[in-house]
């Protein structure tokens, strides 16, 4: 992967704590105070309740594979292909979309135990991206 050419996220107040715990190797999601639910991406309001209200969590950084796809074709600058997206069932519940990396991609299996890893890519952002468990 080709870090340095990928279109990096946008930080904003919203989303910041988010990217501040991935550059210290830690997965942090909102949490609504009201009834626990998790929002990701962030948002102002939780889905399910309507709660302006929330905190963040500290997640494992653990899950399993819930479904993926590899790419053979580059979409975008700095994704060398073939590389393959996960969608991963984390430990605590909510999903995550990220690269799945350091597996063989014909190894990658549904339900195969995923554990995050932290990428820096520039000054401000680390990645989230998940390899296999050990
Ligand atoms: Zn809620």
């Known amino acids: 992967m080709n870090d340095a050419a990928r279109p990096l996220p946008l930080i904003d107040d919203l989303n910041r704590p988010y990217w501040e715990a991935a550059q210290h190797a830690e997965l942090s999601m909102q949490r609504c105070s009201q009834c626990a639910a998790f929002r990701y991406p ?7 309740c309507g709660s302006a209200d ?5 997640l494992s950084g653990r899950g399993s594979v819930n479904s993926f796809v ?18 991963v069932d984390l430990e605590e519940g909510p999903k995550l979309y990220a690269n799945l990396v350091d597996v063989p991609l014909d190894s ?10 932290f990428v820096p890519v520039s000054q401000d952002i680390s990645l989230v991206q998940f390899a296999r468990r050990r």
Do not use: K, N
């Open 108 to 117: 990658i299996t549904i339900g195969m135990p995923v554990e995050a890893r």
């Open 70 to 87: 590899v790419f053979h074709r580059a979409y975008l600058a700095g994704f060398d292909v073939p590389y393959a997206v996960a969608l």
């Open 42 to 48: 962030p948002a102002p309001v939780c889905a399910h």
């Open 54 to 58: 929330y905190e963040w969590a500290r």
